[in-house]
């Protein structure tokens, strides 16, 4: 990731002076087609049964992203080699190492789309430490807690410099669905996901608790932990997107979701962003693998919202990357009277929050649990957009 990212710093510090910061008034309501299908995963259906839909719908995308990851993956990413080598050997064998359901559903998939088992469990993985992204979790003048994020993704695969698009980034828009995970017939919690995932990087659990993972930045790539899960040298680690599917499968409350995710080890560093259906109920946890570095609570400063976007939101944020400044002067802008689905969305399609990665805004409101999905494109036509 450093070797591309620093040959294009230096052009992004560049010409930096030419994206603007925007605050934008005028985005919502977005045109209908920019709303992702729902599609229904029932948790009453067996495990290797119940993504069938999904897998079959999406079948040529996912058999197309990963033929993309097996090509370009060695030469863009060096520490991903040794997954490849695995894909065949070792990865299918991780499928029945991971707790219940993940495995099953992980060989549904395989059989629904007639990819290699091998091959779900890299997808499933890889995950793990490669998103980028803005969450923000804000309340409004009566108490009522909205949870929103910007989902980026793709730079660590290369930029594809003719068409200004990166290419990974490209194919995950095509995948992304909303899902309705039922139980007697019941929704029990809403997630937006890319079609052949199961962990969860964005979900909600209505009057319970709204969750996003973002990635922590580190340079050792976060790829430790995936080492010593698949060589069996420390399993009693989590999978930081499956903690959260477990958490909207079973938990009943805010407090209890923030300190299970305070306190289970995980596979790689990450920030969780939570919200709760009650006033003041927000928080950004700053995880390392085996502790917790910081958790940030709503109301700190004085101020109606937490973000999280890759960096430790203490701290100075990196001069080529800061997102978190002008999302806070835009926030600010706003104002806690103006916390409404359109407001948030506005910041969040507003660059540099909006930048050439964001592949969806997820808006969500913990107490009605409204949820709604939107693809987002950010177009160098409108205003020149920063490469991340
Ligand atoms: C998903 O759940 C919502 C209710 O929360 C419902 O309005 C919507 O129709 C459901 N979508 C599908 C495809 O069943
Ligand atoms: C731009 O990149 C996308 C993603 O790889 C590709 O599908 C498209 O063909 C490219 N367009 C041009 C004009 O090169
Ligand atoms: C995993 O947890 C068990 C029980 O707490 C402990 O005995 C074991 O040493 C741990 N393994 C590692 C590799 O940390
Ligand atoms: C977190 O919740 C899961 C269930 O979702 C449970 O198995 C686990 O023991 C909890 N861990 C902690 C540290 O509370
Ligand atoms: C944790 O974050 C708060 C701000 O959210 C900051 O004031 C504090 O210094 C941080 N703590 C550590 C140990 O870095």
Redesign the pocket.
């Known amino acids: 990731m450093l070797g591309n990212t620093i040959s294009l710093l230096f052009i992004v510090l560049t010409i930096q002076g030419i994206f603007g910061e925007q605050c934008l008034t005028d985005q919502w309501p977005p045109k209908p087609e920019r709303a992702v299908p729902t599609y229904v995963v029932s948790l009453d259906d067996p495990p290797m049964e119940r993504w069938n839909q999904v897998a079959t719908a999406f079948k040529t995308e996912i058999i197309d992203i990963l033929a993309f990851f097996k090509a370009f993956i060695v030469e863009i990413n060096p520490n991903l080699k040794f997954l490849l080598n695995l894909i065949d050997d070792k990865l299918p064998a991780v499928a029945d190492t991971l707790p219940a359901p993940y495995g099953d559903e992980m060989k549904g998939i395989s059989r629904a789309t007639g990819l290699p088992l091998g091959e779900i469990v890299l997808y499933n993985i890889f995950y793990e430490a490669s998103a980028l992204c803005t969450s923000m979790v804000a309340q409004n003048q009566y108490g009522n807690v909205f949870h929103v994020r910007n989902l980026d993704f793709g730079v660590f695969f290369g930029w594809d410099m003719l068409n200004n698009s990166w290419i990974l980034t490209e194919k995950l828009r095509t995948l992304i669905i909303q899902i309705n995970f039922t139980r007697n017939g019941e929704v029990l919690f809403k997630t937006t996901n890319f079609a052949g995932f199961i962990g969860v990087l964005t979900g909600l659990k209505p009057n319970v608790f709204s969750a996003s993972v973002n990635s922590r930045v580190s340079l050792q790539g976060g790829y430790e932990g995936l080492i010593e899960w698949i060589f069996n040298i420390n399993r009693n680690q989590s999978f930081i997107t499956f ?1 959260i599917r ?2 909207l ?3 009943e409350s805010f407090d ?1 979701v923030v ?2 995710l305070t ?2 080890e995980l596979i790689a560093p990450c920030y969780y962003i939570v919200g709760g259906p009650k006033a003041g109920q927000g928080v950004v946890i700053t995880r390392d693998r085996t502790k917790t570095v910081n958790i940030t609570r709503l109301g700190k400063d004085n101020l109606w919202f937490v973000i999280e976007t890759n960096y430790d939101n203490w701290k100075k944020q990196p001069i080529f990357d800061d997102r978190l400044t002008p999302c806070i002067k835009c926030m600010k802008i706003k104002g806690q009277d103006d916390v409404t689905f359109e407001s948030l969305f506005n910041v969040l399609s507003s660059r540099p929050m909006l930048n050439t990665l964001t592949v969806y805004s997820t808006l969500m409101e913990l107490s009605t649990g409204r949820y709604e999905t939107y693809w987002q494109h950010c177009r160098d036509e409108d205003a020149p957009c920063l490469p991340w």
Do not use: P
């Open positions: 903690v477990d958490l499968t079973k938990a209890s300190s299970n306190e289970t």
